[in-house]
Nanobody
Framework: VQLQASGGGLVQAGGSRRLSCTASGGTRSRYAMAWFRQAPGREREFVASISWSGVYTYYEDSVKGRFTINRDNVKMTVYLQMTNLKPEDTAVYYC??????????????????WGQGTQVTVSS
């Protein structure tokens, strides 16, 4: 499975941005999807995940109420809508896929495939 993330860029604090991640190949399997992020000098951290069905979603505490993850299985795309962005949201954002039809994981090492990352920079 190949994952292609896009949508990053420079945004002012308080602004919004939508990230997209499109999957190709391996379409016979059902995948949970997630977004992780990594800021300079910090470890990669969980942001949000969504089950194959879209019924289950999980968020890291600092993004709850500001970020929304959803997916379109016909387009094989997962989205991360980010609102009320803060400078501390600045990071490289990675999408990931896990062969999993049930509740999505929140731990990076459970994910099987990773996208290349897209930079989000929030200016104060």
């Amino acid at each position: 499975v190949q994952l292609q993330a896009s949508g990053g860029g420079l945004v002012q604090a308080g602004g919004s941005r939508r990230l997209s991640c499109t999957a190709s190949g391996g379409t016979r399997s059902r995948y949970a999807m997630a977004w992780f992020r990594q800021a300079p000098g910090r470890e990669r951290e969980f942001v949000a995940s969504i089950s194959w069905s879209g019924v289950y979603t999980y968020y890291e505490d600092s993004v709850k109420g500001r970020f929304t993850i959803n997916r379109d299985n016909v387009k094989m795309t997962v989205y991360l809508q980010m609102t009320n962005l803060k400078p501390e949201d600045t990071a490289v954002y990675y999408c990931a896929a896990e062969v999993n039809e049930r509740r999505p994981n929140v731990v990076a090492n459970q994910y099987d495939y990773w996208g290349q990352g897209t930079q989000v920079t929030v200016s104060s």
